[in-house]
């Protein structure tokens, strides 16, 4: 079992930026991903990575803008996000699964987090 609390979520002003933390605790899961939310919409996949760290993987939305990376000391993963624009205005849910790779789908992963409020304004 692995638990998940996301923090950092908040408003800010667009071009803007945030750091979101996931810290997790329980067993120890090979890759985690960061998703959102938006209302009316699908759950959409952001950004993923490995235990170690040597594969990420990013949705084209946030290439170049968004950065995913882990402690795992900490047990704690990471999303910096920068030139926020009002179209990332969304829930933002921490996710940890076992493949290989991080995958794109919610499928591809067993563990989530409540989620955390991240609203860009124009």
């Known amino acids: 079992q692995v638990q998940l609390v996301e923090s950092g979520g908040g408003l800010v002003q667009a071009g803007g930026s945030l750091r979101l933390s996931c810290a997790a605790s329980?067993?120890?899961?090979?890759?985690m991903a960061w998703f959102r939310q938006a209302p009316g919409k699908e759950r959409e996949f952001v950004a993923g990575i490995t235990y170690s760290g040597g594969n990420t993987r990013y949705a084209d939305s946030v290439k170049g803008r968004f950065t995913i990376s882990r402690d795992n000391a900490k047990n704690t993963v990471y999303l910096q996000m920068n030139s926020l624009k009002p179209e990332d205005t969304a829930v933002y849910y921490c996710a940890a699964g076992s493949t290989i790779v991080p995958g794109f789908t919610r499928y591809d992963y067993r563990y989530w987090g409540q989620g955390t409020q991240v609203t860009v304004s124009s």
């Open positions: 329980g067993r120890s899961a090979s890759t």
